[in-house]
């Protein structure tokens, strides 16, 4: 799974075989004796976890006869990654695309879509997900009235776990289970939990399906769910704040996607966040692992780090050698110019070298020392 050092045919074959890294220095910070380790999918070709499930729905519906070249116009409703993994793959197989998407999201996405030649069609964020003015309603709209207009749907496509389940979990199997136990870095070889935030639930439920079924059926899978969001289990954790707007892109709906699995057992806790907690475990994961990901990054690890602290995951916590993922999805450049981010980088508390840098521009410099020592009377101004 590692990647390859051979010339590849495409951007496709770059997509996924992404890093699972150590986040040891947040783990010291918080006191947490286990391995917290990080999936870091914006290194895959088009920047997100997305990506997964852009090729395979589209390489999946070509085997079906769905997508036909020349003919073929793939729409899809999205928060914007999933759209800029199919106008990539789009581009590179000839298909037009049109991607419905809520005013919201980034201004950043929809650049990067428009540069790959997608069509872009914002829509109202505050409409209901069944209005027929929402992404999904103004996507099926258009798919009944533009000749071969196809949806892929990745809130029903099972394509969308089982991208995951077939990619995102061995790659994760692989690295954990063939890194060695040291005593620096002791290791149960086991993924022992895994954590991801949960949008149409693709990613959270197709890992899960993987580690359990094929690796360790004792992995206990936490899925994070922003306050706001229906997503959660059991039900009342979505009580508080519901239907309230969030800021963080890509994770949270006001409905259950299909692909999003209900089988009992195969998520095992659900933990909700805010966007303060998101975005706190961003700047985190920026200033202490060097990690320049996306806020739904800053909601799975906001996310994790309750869990790590909750009465459940506590003895996870203190256990050396216990190994904790979490799934990091995308990274900061479709948010560049969002509120948040300015707001954290550029306006935040004056560091201490801040203060020192200041100082040192306040002196003279000394070319500045030497022409004052020229001048008679040390006025700066010179008789003439």
């Not at 589209?58 to 073929?72: D, F, N, R």
């Not at 050396?320 to 999805?329: A, H, Q, R, T």
Request: with cysteine; charged share 20%.
């Amino acid at each position: 799974m590692a990647r390859s050092s051979t010339v590849l045919d495409s951007a496709l074959d770059a997509i996924g075989h992404t890093p699972l890294i150590r986040l040891d220095r947040i783990a010291k910070q918080e006191g947490l004796k286990c391995n917290l380790l990080g999936k870091l999918e914006y290194t895959s070709a088009g920047g997100s976890v997305k990506d997964r499930i852009a090729k395979r729905m589209v390489e999946a519906a070509e085997k079906e006869g769905k997508l036909i070249p020349g003919k073929s116009v793939v729409i899809e409703p999205t928060s914007g990654n999933t759209g800029i993994g199919l106008a990539m793959a789009c581009a590179i197989k000839g298909y037009s695309v049109i991607i419905t998407m809520p005013n919201k999201m980034s201004l950043e996405k929809e650049a990067a879509l428009r540069a790959l030649g997608a069509e872009v069609v914002r829509t109202p964020t505050e409409a209901a997900w069944d209005a027929p003015e929402s992404h999904i309603g103004v996507a099926q709209r258009l798919q009944r009235e533009i000749p071969g207009g196809i949806i892929l749907d990745q809130y029903r496509n099972v394509n969308n776990p089982l991208a995951h389940e077939l990619t995102t979990a061995p790659e994760i199997i692989e690295a954990v289970a063939s890194t060695p136990s040291t005593s620096t870095h002791p290791s149960t070889g086991k993924v022992d939990v895994f954590i991801a935030g949960a949008g149409t639930g693709g990613t959270v439920s197709g890992v899960a399906k993987g580690l359990k079924t094929t690796h360790n059926p004792s992995c206990t899978v936490v899925a994070v769910d922003p306050i706001g969001s229906i997503l959660a289990l059991p039900a009342t954790l979505n009580e508080a704040g519901e239907g309230s707007p969030y800021i963080v892109e890509g994770i949270g709906y006001d409905f259950v996607p299909d692909v999003l699995t209900r089988t009992p057992g195969l998520i095992n806790s659900w933990v909700k966040t805010s966007d303060d907690e998101a975005f706190a475990a961003v700047q985190k994961l920026f200033r202490r692992e060097g990690v320049l990901v996306g806020g739904s990054s800053g909601s799975a690890l906001g996310g994790a780090l309750a869990w790590l602290q909750s009465d459940e995951g506590r003895v996870v916590a203190q256990t050396p050698g216990m190994n904790v993922v979490v799934l990091l999805p995308d990274g900061i450049r479709n948010y560049i110019g969002k509120e948040w981010f300015l707001k954290m980088a550029l306006q935040g508390e004056p560091s201490q070298l801040a203060a020192s840098i200041a100082e040192v521009m306040k002196r003279p410099t000394s070319e500045d020392r030497r022409a004052n020592a020229l001048l008679p009377d040390g006025s700066g101004q010179g008789n003439h």
